[in-house]
Protein backbone atom coordinates (compact mmCIF):
# COMPACT_ATOMS: atom_id res chain seq x y z
CA UNK A 1 0.00 0.00 0.00
CA UNK A 2 1.15 3.64 -0.61
CA UNK A 3 -0.18 6.97 0.68
CA UNK A 4 -0.22 10.05 -1.15
CA UNK A 5 -0.97 13.33 0.71
CA UNK A 6 -1.57 16.40 -1.39
CA UNK A 7 -1.23 20.11 0.08
CA UNK A 8 -0.75 23.43 -1.48
CA UNK A 9 -4.43 23.88 -3.47
CA UNK A 10 -6.22 27.20 -3.24
CA UNK A 11 -8.14 30.05 -4.59
CA UNK A 12 -5.91 32.29 -7.05
CA UNK A 13 -6.44 35.51 -9.18
CA UNK A 14 -5.62 34.69 -12.80
CA UNK A 15 -2.20 35.34 -13.92
CA UNK A 16 -0.93 34.15 -10.05
CA UNK A 17 0.93 30.88 -8.69
CA UNK A 18 0.37 28.07 -6.56
CA UNK A 19 2.87 25.38 -5.99
CA UNK A 20 0.86 21.63 -4.85
CA UNK A 21 3.41 19.48 -3.22
CA UNK A 22 2.32 15.29 -2.65
CA UNK A 23 4.36 13.25 0.45
CA UNK A 24 4.40 9.76 -0.76
CA UNK A 25 4.37 7.14 2.00
CA UNK A 26 4.21 3.15 2.13
CA UNK A 27 5.25 0.33 5.09
CA UNK A 28 6.02 -2.40 2.35
CA UNK A 29 7.47 -0.58 -0.85
CA UNK A 30 10.34 2.20 -1.91
CA UNK A 31 8.80 4.55 -3.91
CA UNK A 32 11.01 4.44 -6.95
CA UNK A 33 8.42 4.58 -9.45
CA UNK A 34 6.92 7.35 -11.35
CA UNK A 35 4.87 10.19 -9.77
CA UNK A 36 2.90 13.18 -10.89
CA UNK A 37 -0.34 14.94 -11.47
CA UNK A 38 -3.81 14.82 -13.22
CA UNK A 39 -6.36 16.92 -12.53
CA UNK A 40 -10.08 16.93 -13.07
CA UNK A 41 -12.58 19.78 -13.95
CA UNK A 42 -16.29 19.59 -13.12
CA UNK A 43 -17.92 17.45 -15.82
CA UNK A 44 -14.77 16.49 -17.54
CA UNK A 45 -12.63 13.48 -17.88
CA UNK A 46 -9.47 12.96 -15.15
CA UNK A 47 -6.12 14.14 -17.54
CA UNK A 48 -2.75 14.33 -17.06
CA UNK A 49 -1.02 17.30 -16.08
CA UNK A 50 2.58 15.90 -15.60
CA UNK A 51 4.61 13.05 -14.69
CA UNK A 52 8.18 12.46 -13.44
CA UNK A 53 10.33 9.63 -12.89
CA UNK A 54 12.93 8.96 -10.14
CA UNK A 55 15.85 9.83 -12.16
CA UNK A 56 13.83 12.95 -13.55
CA UNK A 57 12.43 12.54 -16.54
CA UNK A 58 9.30 14.78 -17.27
CA UNK A 59 6.17 14.75 -19.52
CA UNK A 60 3.43 17.78 -19.55
CA UNK A 61 0.68 17.64 -21.33
CA UNK A 62 0.49 20.41 -24.22
CA UNK A 63 -1.76 23.11 -21.90
CA UNK A 64 0.91 23.84 -19.34
CA UNK A 65 3.86 23.37 -21.00
CA UNK A 66 6.00 26.84 -19.97
CA UNK A 67 4.03 27.85 -16.88
CA UNK A 68 3.71 24.45 -14.44
CA UNK A 69 7.01 22.60 -13.69
CA UNK A 70 7.33 19.45 -11.65
CA UNK A 71 10.44 18.37 -9.46
CA UNK A 72 10.71 15.13 -6.98
CA UNK A 73 12.66 15.31 -3.83
CA UNK A 74 13.65 11.14 -3.78
CA UNK A 75 14.82 11.62 -0.24
CA UNK A 76 11.83 12.72 0.84
CA UNK A 77 9.23 11.08 -1.48
CA UNK A 78 7.82 13.95 -2.16
CA UNK A 79 6.81 15.32 -5.88
CA UNK A 80 6.08 19.20 -6.07
CA UNK A 81 3.96 21.16 -9.17
CA UNK A 82 4.66 24.86 -9.30
CA UNK A 83 2.26 26.33 -11.29
CA UNK A 84 3.04 29.86 -12.27
CA UNK A 85 0.80 31.80 -15.22
CA UNK A 86 -2.37 30.38 -14.13
CA UNK A 87 -5.50 30.80 -15.84
CA UNK A 88 -9.13 29.93 -15.00
CA UNK A 89 -9.45 26.76 -17.66
CA UNK A 90 -6.82 25.63 -14.99
CA UNK A 91 -9.49 25.11 -12.14
CA UNK A 92 -10.07 21.90 -11.24
CA UNK A 93 -9.37 19.20 -8.82
CA UNK A 94 -5.94 18.05 -8.51
CA UNK A 95 -5.02 14.79 -7.73
CA UNK A 96 -0.87 13.69 -7.04
CA UNK A 97 -0.44 9.67 -8.32
CA UNK A 98 2.51 6.92 -8.35
CA UNK A 99 2.80 3.33 -9.67
CA UNK A 100 4.11 0.66 -7.76
CA UNK A 101 3.05 -2.35 -9.17
CA UNK A 102 -0.56 -0.40 -9.50
CA UNK A 103 -1.93 2.90 -9.56
CA UNK A 104 -2.36 4.78 -6.57
CA UNK A 105 -3.99 8.11 -6.13
CA UNK A 106 -3.84 11.34 -3.35
CA UNK A 107 -7.52 12.53 -2.32
CA UNK A 108 -7.32 15.62 -4.18
CA UNK A 109 -6.33 19.33 -3.56
CA UNK A 110 -8.82 21.66 -5.42
CA UNK A 111 -7.36 24.86 -7.14
CA UNK A 112 -9.47 27.56 -8.30
CA UNK A 113 -8.69 30.61 -10.65
CA UNK A 114 -10.87 33.09 -10.56
CA UNK A 115 -10.92 36.83 -9.90
Known amino acids: QVQLVESGGGLVQPGGSLRLSCAAS?????????MGWYRQAPGKERELVAT???????NYTDSVKGRFTISRDNAKNTVYLQMNSLKPEDTAEYYC????????WGRGTQVAVSS
Open 97 to 104: WTRTFRDY
Open 26 to 34: SVIFSITGP
Open 52 to 58: ITSGGTT
